[in-house]
């Protein structure tokens, strides 16, 4: 996910790359979020879902 458009000629396979999604889902165990986006264009965007299966712990250091 890019929040700046890349400098192509640094990284010239990103050059046709574009994905403008409608919202962002984030669904972890009982708690859902969402930002949801709107684009000027005038186009029709489908939503980015992501589903945390597993919860990731963090263990004390010793």
Known sequence: MMIAPPIIQQ???LKNWLYRPSAIGVLMGKS??????SWQ???VHQPI???FEKAVTRTAAR
Do not use: A, V
Not at 32 to 37: A, G
């Open 11 to 13: 990284s010239p396979g």
């Open 32 to 37: 859902k979020l969402q930002i949801t986006l």
């Open 41 to 43: 264009e005038g186009r």
């Open 49 to 51: 879902q992501m589903n």
